[in-house]
């Protein structure tokens, strides 16, 4: 059986209802998200045996945050305890030409004081066919980017296959680095990079020519990064695959929705998504990081069949409430043959 290994924080995320802005609410509504755990989540309702690691204290709110995670049937049983705290998120839905807004309450928390040494990494990685991290646990601290170094070096040493998400968070290098001071060594050793239209700039200074996402009424011509992914791919030779999810704005209740990858030998483009009514965006992206590792361990001999389940992945998950994307293969399956008309299934 195919398995995965998540390395990341998971937050508790506390929502305003009903688009509430923060001033007006008199109560939030309570799940768990975190880009690893939300990938790991994603492949575990493909099927995909799934492994999330992470470091959480010893109390009732951990307990409760890994009894959600065995919910969806994610592996909790190398989490490791031990710090004070989980890390918070606290989310203002926006709507229309108000844009959403996150309040991050994570300082201190037990991943930022991961050190490295706490995981034995060598005996995780057995019998694993992938790793996946993200851009935001280096953010944290010195010791968790250290960490996450540790975790990439052994799985390079075993020939798994590693992949990563750049995500940028401008508000979490907080802690004397700049991404583009640590990012570059540990993406090195990445197999898959995944980055959107503003990841690529914000670390490396990777950008089209002549392109402002601000002012693209919805408009991404995938065509633009094919030059973003062939930079990626000469300043990191070890990555085969270098993917762009690609996000036009209309408003906050309209985006649209694509993606492209490069593989070294062809640039592909997937269809674009035209969301109207986003229900929750938060994670999409992860989504499309969840639905793009399934789709290359399973559809072995196509790219662009992989690259399609991941964009059809994400368009579903902006219908979906909260970080997970509670899809399955059959529904992503569905919508990637055209039928999007959200009927009654009878």
Not at 19 to 26: K, P, S, V
């Amino acid at each position: 059986m195919k398995k995965v290994v998540t390395f990341g924080e998971i937050m508790l995320r506390l929502a305003t209802p009903d688009n509430l802005r923060f001033c007006q609410a008199n109560n939030l509504v309570s799940t768990f998200g975190g880009g690893e755990a939300n990938v790991a989540v994603s492949l575990a309702n493909y099927g995909i045996s799934v492994d999330f690691i992470t470091r959480l204290p010893e109390n009732d709110i951990a307990d409760w945050c890994i009894a959600e995670l065995r919910r969806y049937r994610v592996e909790t049983k190398n989490i490791i305890r031990g710090g004070k705290r989980m890390g918070i998120y606290f989310l203002e839905t926006g709507a229309v030409a108000r844009s959403s807004k996150v309040v991050y309450d994570r300082s201190g928390s037990s991943i930022a004081d991961i050190q490295p040494g706490m995981i034995d990494w060598q005996k995780i990685f057995e019998d694993v066919q992938l790793f996946h991290w993200t851009g935001i646990t280096p953010a944290l601290s010195q010791s968790a980017a250290d960490v996450c170094l540790e975790a990439i070096q052994v799985a390079n040493k075993m020939g798994i296959t590693v992949s990563c998400d750049l995500n940028y968070r401008k508000n979490l290098w907080l802690y004397g680095k700049k991404a583009s001071e640590i990012m570059p060594l540990l993406v090195e050793g990445c197999d898959i990079i995944l980055g959107n239209e503003e990841d690529a700039e914000k670390v490396f200074g990777v950008k089209p020519e002549k392109f402002d996402v601000s002012q693209t009424q919805g408009n991404i011509a995938a065509q633009e990064f094919e030059s973003v992914c062939r930079q990626l791919m000469n300043k990191f030779p070890r990555a085969k695959k270098v993917i762009i999810t690609l996000r036009g704005s209309v408003n906050a209740n309209h985006n649209t929705w694509s993606g492209c990858l490069h593989n070294g030998n062809a640039f592909l483009q997937s269809k674009q998504y035209d969301i109207t009514h986003i229900v929750d965006r938060v994670g999409g992206g992860d989504s499309f990081m969840g639905g793009l590792i399934y789709g290359l361990l399973t559809f072995t001999d196509s790219d662009q069949t992989a690259l399609d389940f991941a964009v059809a992945a994400s368009a579903l998950k902006h219908t979906i409430y909260g970080d997970f994307n509670l899809v399955s293969v059959a529904e992503v399956e569905q919508l990637m043959k055209g039928d999007g008309s959200g009927r009654v299934i009878r």
